[in-house]
């Protein structure tokens, strides 16, 4: 009955989206009021409810454990804790696609209520955004559909990837499909300012706290996913610069280029092409990102079942959006109008030449993602490219746009005078030895790259600390106020970032040795002795636990588990935190030893100030919050005025 | 500034970055891009020493040897050819005997290959797209049935005659 019902109902989204384009459009011709304007806005409504209801549907379906449906049979096992049959929902290609499919309609409904002041644009946005819920309501309804029956039903399930039960993990993707849908909203927005010849400094403004919304959710994502990779999969890394994690990197990076073009865009009507073109690639990106995670192309840790067929579809929606944003642009870019003049030392010149290293970063990225895939299309060998290319390639520009960063906030709008912020900026660069000196001494006897990021990383906290203690107390609107902390709360945490990031290239190599209970190992100056293996069984898991006694003092008691449902081992490591680092520790297979008796395969590491890198994501995403919650404060004050200004004329007339 | 001498500004700006950037990559394309390598290509023409390259098969059955000090080494097969490989590190935990791994490192001056890193799947229904053309070009690869929908029905081919080496 549920799967009866599911299927419907994504039907029914799908018919829904089809009325909200036809009607919402006709409404954005009418100038955004009237009659189809109102149908247009009940059908993203319907959508978004009959998506809704799908998706608790499908939760629904998993707290039943009802195996006749084979994306819960391929996802799901009764024994499994409640949390976890509840995130496998989205655990998978096709369950996470309805999530997928939910939020564009759920962002096609935001356009729809906070959209742009424009009436007209902003029903136009929705029927854009319609378009794109339709290519993929269509692919969920006929390619990837969570509730195709599965005849005749197992009596268990698979079970979902034990890997992936970890609460972490149950929220990764939805933030991630916040940001990278997020994204289609900016593509809409843009699409419809250029079929409307909106002017660019109205677009921009329209764009930017959707983009920024997006943003930081997908930052938020990328973080969790990360974080998900150093703690779960045991690796001892956050960063792999695997092919699907660069696919979620390239539209942060476009993301990140885009909050900042916007503002220019709206303050100064600078680079108005650039900002709506930017906003078109960054959905285009995330769509390949999805295409390089769905359809096994490429050989990742990530990557979902093989299925090419689905790949195709991916890749027709691709070109879709593709080939209608960009004719689109082409057709209709002059009307965004030329911006105004600005100089070299101006904020404009800084933030477009943080765009330019972003973009070339972003391209990049996508030279050593593609290129395998691109070779061995075309009968070349199989090759693959990993962290030496990236770090060779992306490291010196980012390292380039973090030497730019802390002074762009000191400069001045436009031709304010090249002297006036010449002198702004003199107070930071003192800064600059300083944050090299700490960068050497801390450093000392590092890798270079440590060093020049230590530098860096300091260099950038400094300028974000003078920043918020400049421009703070001259702040005299609350919106102001959260605008300014929000910019000195990211760019500190990019700072902080820096830091983690050089630490982390100055890391011991890591350290793997069978031990027998009783024996001792050193690594990174700390000795732990192997006190004792027992058992500790869980839920739906067998373990083994294992006591690591620290000599400097405390207990690591990391587990290796075996899921019988799945047949499959995983590992819990257990961590100590400190402010110098993590000490690591994981436990694998057992070993006999020629005496006979059993040892345990224990791995240690030792990641210096890894915290640097979740303060830095957390003072991002954070940043974020503020300078959208400035945003939305402006916009209510500036509601007032103009109600107030009406109501004085009233009175007046 | 005046308009066209902006342009000319932004122009200049943006050609050095990205011919830099280009630059760069394609350097460091060059000097970074690791091979693919089936055991048979390595059994026609080995590698040089040193030379960083990815390998990959199915774990020959029975071949796995667990040193007492940890580590693990054991053999790949594409069905034409092995390749002993020697690992120091920890097998992830998705590691089996008849699957489907990759393995990155190097031939010592001994021709013994060293992995620094062992890849498994995630997903154990997925089979890394290089080692299923190795298999494909040794005729072990048997077609998934139906393999859509959450790769449930989906199962990797396990080889029916492995551990003999052929």
Redesign the interface.
Known sequence: MIAELGRFLIALALAASFAQLVFAWKGASRGGSGGFAEAGRLAVVAVVVSAGTAFALLIVAFLQSDFSI??V???SHIDKPLLYKVAAAWG???GSMLLWCLMLGLFGLAISRVGPADPALRLRAVSVQAILQLLFFSFLAFASNPF?R?LPAPVQG?DL?P??QDPALAVHPPLLYVGYVGLSSAFAIAAAGLIEKTPGRALGAALRPFALAAWTALTAGIALGAWWAYYELGWGGWWFWDPVENASFMPWLLGAALIHSAIATEKRGAFPGWTVFLALLAFILSTLGAFLVRS????S???????P?RGVWILGMLASAAVGGFALFALRAGSLG?GE????TSREAFI??NN??LA??A??VL??TV?PLIL?MSGG??????P??FN??AT??MIAALVLLPLAPFLPWA?GGARAGLAQMRAALLLLPVAIGGGVLIWMGAPVLAVIGGALGLWVLGGAAMDAVGALPAARTRALKFAVAGRALAHAGVGFIALGAAADASRPP?L???LVPGESLTHAGHTVTLEDVHRADGQNYLADRATLRLERGGILQPERRYYPA?D????EVAIRTRLSGDFYA?I??P????DGRV?Y?I?LAFHPMIWALGLGAFMIVLGGGCALYARAAGRVVQRRRVAGETAARGANS | MRKSKRRLWIIGAAAVVLAGAAGLASLALRDTMVFFYAPSDIAESPPAPGQHIRVGGLVVEGSVDRPAEGGANFSVTDGGADLRVIYRGSLPDLFREGQGIVAEGSFDGEGVFHASTVLAKHDETYMPPEVADALRENGMWEEPGAARSSGYEYRPPQPETSGEGS
């Open positions: 084979a994306y049979a391929g996802h998978g290609h096709e195709d599965l698979a990837n890997i992936l096994g192309v490429l050989t840790v990530h990557a979902f079942a093989l299925d067929e030329e003049g600005f100089e070299p477009g030449a330019l290293l070339a970063s391209g990049v030279v050593g290129y061995d060998a199989a090759v693959s490219v990993g030496p290319y060779a390639t010196p520009l031709n890591e793997t040795r069978a799945a499959q081992n995983t590992r994981a694998g297979e070993r006999l030893q020629p040892g395969e791995r």
